[in-house]
């Protein structure tokens, strides 16, 4: 194959091209990536409107009435300790640097994400159970649709979203 001057000419400023793009792309996208653990390593005071908008749908989907409210006082309260230990724990993760962690290391973090989550199921199951026996036929089926869809709304299982900001949908 015989190269031309204008060939020859190309390549080096296709390379060139693209050294440039990846060098002005990486500082905007190590900026991207950095913005949201600044956001998670100093939130905002007061509720997580994540949380509440979980606990309000829930409330509203059951249709919970001036009798269960103590119930649901307790149910509430628990999914905000729960969201405020996950938060905790999460925004540890993201504070601190991250070491190459070895196997052992990264198996020891799941065992204590799991351990966790068993907590936190256990203390929502606690505070569930006393409501779920006052609610109506009709409220026990939604709760069983809600729960067999969502699995545990009273353990964070996920990475929750970035403290005191609106949800997803929201946004």
Not at 34 to 53: F, L, N, R
Not at 71 to 86: C, G, I, L, P, S
Not at 129 to 138: E, N, Q
Request: aromatic letters at 4%; a neutral charge; hydrophobic letters at 40%.
């Amino acid at each position: 194959m015989k190269r031309t001057r204008a060939s020859s000419r190309t390549i080096p400023v296709i390379a060139l091209s693209l050294v440039a793009a990846v060098a002005f792309a990486a500082p905007a996208a190590l900026a991207q990536t950095a913005a949201p653990t600044a956001t998670h390593a100093a939130p905002k005071a007061g509720p997580d409107p994540y949380i509440e908008g979980q606990i309000a749908f829930l409330k509203a989907a059951l249709e919970i009435t001036p009798a269960q409210e103590a119930q649901w006082d307790k149910v509430a309260a628990v999914m905000r300790e729960n969201n405020r230990e996950t938060q905790q724990v999460y925004d540890k993760l993201q504070s601190t640097p991250e070491p190459t962690e070895t196997a052992v290391q990264r198996i020891e973090s799941h065992v204590r994400l799991a351990e966790l989550s068993v907590r936190e199921g256990k203390r929502f199951l606690e505070a569930f159970r006393p409501l779920y026996a006052s609610l109506s036929k009709d409220q026990k089926a939604t709760a069983d649709e809600l729960i067999s869809q969502t699995g545990n709304p009273g353990a964070n299982t996920a990475a929750p979203p970035p403290p005191n900001e609106p949800p997803p949908a929201a946004r």
